[in-house]
């Protein structure tokens, strides 16, 4: 059974990135028996990397908090997905803090001590360009590819609000649904 981790690094648990993101876990379940680590970064318990720098030498963080479970599922999983809103042109404050977190997965050679995650990338913003902020995706999908979370496929979702959810876009839904079914085919 193939092992999926799923962040979604909106504060709303069934905002417009939770529901892509729902959509992608329903087209992959469909084609194949797969086991979701599912987490909403609102939710967890966790806080900004402290700089102990105890991973340098080992896979191993101090703070005792519920990144060391997300630690060990990621380190056994064979997909990520991430998602994030667009907040600020960037990341949400949380996603940001999430990649923070994921030093241990650098060794001090600045090698990764993943085995190279397929991971696909979901960004939500307001903006109906999907382009509009296409420079700053690409900076953080490389920042995923350095840590060796080897991104193969993003999805960006433009002229979402909560006047204009995603259940308005099918064409996004859909597009969301075919790429978790590709995804482990
Ligand atoms: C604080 C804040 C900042 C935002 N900044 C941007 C932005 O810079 N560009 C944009 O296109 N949308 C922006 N948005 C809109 C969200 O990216 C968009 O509505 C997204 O789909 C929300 O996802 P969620 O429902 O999963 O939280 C912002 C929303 C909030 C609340």
Known sequence: MKKILVINGSPLKQGNTAKI?????????????????????????????????????????????????????????????????????????????????????????????????????????????KNAFINYIKHNNDVLDFLGLNVIDTLIVGGLSEQNPAENHMYALEKAYHMGKKLIQ
């Open 21 to 129: 993101l729902a959509n992608m876990m329903k087209g992959i379940s469909e084609s194949c028996e797969a086991c979701f680590h599912e987490h909403n970064l609102e939710e967890i318990n966790f806080e900004g990397c402290n700089e102990c720098m105890d991973c340098r030498d080992t896979f191993a963080c101090s703070l005792d908090d519920d990144m060391s479970e997300i630690l060990d599922e990621l380190i056994e999983a064979d997909y990520l997905i991430f998602g994030t809103p667009i907040f600020m042109w960037q990341i949400t404050g949380q996603a940001k803090c999430f990649i923070d977190r994921l030093y241990p997965v650098i060794s001090n050679d600045f090698e990764t001590r993943l085995a190279n995650i397929a991971t696909i990338t979901v960004y939500t913003q307001a903006n109906p360009d």
